[in-house]
């Protein structure tokens, strides 16, 4: 098993700056951390969840969404089996409820992944 909980969610004004972070955990991932990618998808109320980033933990590589890209930055830290997500230039369309989710075997984390975190809301107010 594996648990995902994201923190770091909140309210910021148009153009601001937050920072998520997915702390990860279990005997699974600790095994196995290098076998899965990672990412964030986020859903507003009315639409359905949509990706965000994803990484691959043994490579790093990422992916963006067209709606973010030079905006939002994924990482993570190997140390702490920590992902991040560092949001910059911040719109209101932004304003989400934002969840970390882990797959393993893949490059890209897909919209049925292994595991989910339990979601954290931003707001961006205009």
């Known amino acids: 098993q594996v648990q995902l909980v994201e923190s770091g969610g909140g309210l910021v004004q148009h153009g601001g700056s937050l920072r998520l972070s997915c702390a990860a955990s279990g005997r699974t991932f600790s095994t196995y951390a290098m076998a899965y990618a990672m990412g964030w998808f986020r859903q507003a109320p009315g639409k359905e969840r949509e990706f965000v980033a994803s990484?691959?933990?043994?490579?790093?590589?990422?992916y963006y969404a067209d709606s973010v890209k030079g905006r939002f930055t994924i990482s993570i830290d190997n140390a702490k089996n920590t992902m991040y997500l560092q949001m910059n230039s911040l719109k209101p369309e932004d304003t989400a409820v934002y969840y970390c989710?882990?797959?393993?075997?893949?490059?890209?984390?897909?919209?049925?992944?292994?595991?989910w975190g339990q979601g954290t809301q931003v707001t961006v107010s205009s």
């Open positions: 990484i691959k933990w043994s490579s790093g590589s990422t």
């Open positions: 989710a882990a797959e393993y075997g893949r490059g890209v984390v897909t919209r049925t992944p292994d595991y």
